[in-house]
């Protein structure tokens, strides 16, 4: 620590350092201006006196350099003693010092908190000890409470209980007869239960395309003797097979019975005689084709109208052979993409080029692609009478509707597209049941005068000998 004394006299000593040195520099600066006038006064004529100006400017100089020196020699000295002098840092802990007996006071400090605190740790464990035995006692006394009414409950008159108890010759037989009673209930429930799990079907879980893929059960169905005919576990695969060969089945039995006759606008595909070689080869070209296809659909594409028409030109070339396809709906899905390429190829000739029906008719493309995925004829038939009414209820509509509008040009469009659909495949006739529907429809949400006009407009646009169709699917009987 610096002494009083010294510290004073350093304070002094540096503020009167700093006086004298600006006292120093203004009379530097006082000489300067003195020695530059002399010699500016020198050079000039000796009978030239100072003007006005120079006389001001001369004694503010002057005054100045006489106030500055007076300041300077008038300041007195430093006073560092109004306050002790204190280090920057820590000030408040200079007056603290260090004792012998420092360590002992720390020890003392440190065994009186522990002490403390096993005395606060002792007090409140005794706390929790008398709070468990209270608990205690209170669980004890409520058991010997309810003990104590379960006892005075079963102490009862007998007269109290006589109308629950049944006795013989002076015997008690209430709980026998009540155990006899609750085995008695117990048995008929559990057979109510097996009797209605016997007469429950055996069924499976299976996927229903015409329900766009829902899921639904399906029983099995028993005989006589009650026994299924299917197996417990039957995979996708094998259920897919077993419909199909039960299709097969019904359709050869129907055919035993009554032989289905194909209308006269069915056409039968026509082949070519060939050997057996050349009947194994495109046996094993089509089967390759008909698996490329059925693939093709697995990864989310259409089925190809290029490789459907090689299918039709291999089979036809190998001799009439045919394809098995793995299931029954890719079979008839693949059959309806026939149809449709069919259906457009009428509607619009240069959406479909002649090459994709293999160089063939509209009908005798769908018959023969029938034919080689081995769809009975009546399905066959049905499924494109069933599409070819479809698009002539949208033909119909589409012209209905410009014709409300006042389009001529469009009405007469879609006229001329029926007519053309009709022409190319001829597969509905006039009192058919998909014209009936058609013309149902139509009289549901249509008026009668734009009927009349939309009627008008076919006569003139329609072929004669299909005017008497459209009549009828426009509900008019002439």
């Known amino acids: 620590m610096l002494h009083r004394g010294a510290a004073s006299s350093t304070l002094q000593r540096s503020c009167s350092t700093g006086y004298f040195r600006q006292h120093s520099k203004l009379k530097a600066d006082c ?3 003195d020695k530059r006038w002399r010699v500016s006064a020198a050079s000039k004529q000796s009978d030239r006196g100072l003007s006005e100006h120079e006389r001001e400017v001369l004694r503010k100089a002057v005054l100045a350099t006489a106030v500055c020196c007076a300041f300077a020699s008038n300041v007195g000295a430093a ?35 522990s002490s403390r605190v096993r005395e606060l740790e002792r007090q409140l464990e005794q706390e929790r000890k008398r709070a468990d035995s209270e608990a205690g006692k209170r669980r004890e006394a409520e058991q010997k409470f ?18 629950l108890s049944v006795r013989v010759a002076g015997a008690d037989l209430t709980g026998p007869l009540s155990f006899l009673l609750l085995f008695g209930g117990i048995y008929a429930a559990w057979s109510s239960s097996t009797a209605a799990k016997a007469r429950q079907q055996q069924g499976r879980w299976v996927y229903d395309r015409g329900l766009g893929g829902k899921k639904v059960w399906v029983p099995y169905k028993t005989g006589a003797a009650g026994s299924s005919d299917l197996p417990q576990q039957l995979s996708d695969a094998a259920f897919e097979d077993l419909a199909s060969t039960a299709a097969g089945l019904a359709a050869q039995q129907r055919k035993k019975e009554q032989p289905y006759q194909p209308p006269e606008w069915w056409q039968a595909p026509m082949s070519f005689a060939a050997d057996d070689a050349t009947r194994a080869a495109a046996q094993q070209q089509a089967s390759a084709l008909l698996s490329r296809i059925e693939q093709a659909k697995n990864r989310g594409e259409d089925y190809r109208l290029a490789d459907i028409a090689l299918l039709r030109r291999t089979c036809q070339a190998g001799g009439g052979v045919t394809v098995d396809a793995r299931t029954v709906g890719g079979r008839d899905a693949i059959y309806k993409a026939a149809v449709d390429a069919a259906v457009r190829r009428c509607l619009e000739p240069s959406s479909v080029d002649e090459a994709d029906l293999a160089d063939s008719a509209p009908l005798q493309f769908v018959a023969g692609v029938a034919q080689d995925l081995q769809i009975a004829d009546e399905r066959a038939v049905s499924m494109a009478c069933n599409w070819v009414a479809g698009h002539c209820r949208a033909r119909i509509v589409e012209a209905y509707t410009a014709a ?10 879609a006229l001329a597209q029926l007519s053309s659909l009709l022409q190319g495949m001829p597969v509905l006739e006039a009192g058919s049941s998909q014209v009936a529907l058609i013309a149902d429809e139509l009289k ?24 008497q169709l459209v009549s009828s699917m426009l509900g008019s009987s002439s």
Do not use: Y
């Open 444 to 467: 549901g949400w249509a008026d009668a005068e734009t009927l009349q006009r939309l009627h008008a407009m076919a006569k003139q646009l329609v072929e004669p000998q299909q005017q």
């Open 79 to 113: 006073r560092a003693d109004s306050q002790n002098w204190v280090p920057r840092r820590h000030h408040r802990h200079i007056g603290e010092r260090f004792t012998d007996t420092w360590a002992d006071s720390i020890v003392e400090i440190e065994q009186a908190t």
């Open 31 to 33: 000489r300067l201006f």
């Open 146 to 163: 309810k003990l104590l009414s379960l006892q005075q409950k079963s102490v009862r008159p007998a007269d109290d209980d006589a109308w």
């Open 404 to 413: 409300k509008k006042g389009d001529d040009v469009l009405c007469a469009t």
